[in-house]
């Protein structure tokens, strides 16, 4: 009879647990332990190249405020509803969106050549642009962005990739601001986005 009343408290108990080790990772991933007032230390330098071959710094963030969303072009499902998310702001920003800058950093620079997210990215905004380099660029600005990026086998030997899915919003200074909210109207999004500008 005993056994019967603790087991949904112990399913209970481990449901929390799980749940405040996930909340605790999300803080440490956004700077709650960097022991700063000011913004989380994330960014820095950095080096890629855009679709057409050109080199993209983190100077390139400087004047504008950015949007950035790590992700890969053999994604399933999160990264195409993101970027088509973050598209429809942009389109509801009008004239503005030319003063954001919006990047679609590849996870993925085994696959993610500028040729292949040129044609990805023919489907969304021509605001969004991708970027992507050699693995150790890459590696570079995964790890200064705090971005979980880990690759997954498949059974048939290929692969996917398990990544952060957060937008982040960057200021005209560069500097990181916090996640970017998508989960509201577009209209909504470019109202707040153009506080930045």
């Known amino acids: 009879m005993s056994d019967n009343r603790t087991r949904p408290l112990v ?26 007032t000011g913004p989380a230390a994330i960014g820095g330098p950095f080096a890629l190249s855009d679709t057409t071959g050109q080199r993209v710094t983190e100077a390139s963030l400087k004047g504008r405020p950015t949007l950035i ?18 598209s429809e702001v942009l389109r509801a920003m009008g004239p503005d969106a030319d003063k954001v800058n919006a990047y679609f950093v590849s996870v993925d620079p085994e ?18 642009k991708g970027l992507t380099g050699t693995p150790d660029e890459v590696a570079k600005v995964i790890a200064d962005y705090r971005v979980y990026a880990r690759k997954v086998p498949l059974k048939d030997g290929d692969y996917t990739m398990d990544h952060t899915a957060l937008i982040y919003l960057m200021d005209r200074n560069g500097r990181f601001v916090a996640p970017f909210n998508l989960k509201r109207t577009p209209q909504d999004a470019a109202a707040d986005l153009r506080r930045y500008l």
């Open 69 to 86: 969303f790590f992700g890969f072009t053999h994604c399933p499902d999160v990264c195409p509803t993101s970027l088509f998310e973050i």
């Open 111 to 128: 696959r993610d050549t500028p040729a292949a997210m040129k044609d990805y990215l023919s489907s969304f905004d021509p605001h969004l």
């Open 11 to 36: 399913v209970i108990a481990a449901f929390a647990a799980s749940l405040a080790i996930g909340l605790l990772v999300t803080f440490w991933l956004l700077g709650g332990w960097s022991g700063a």
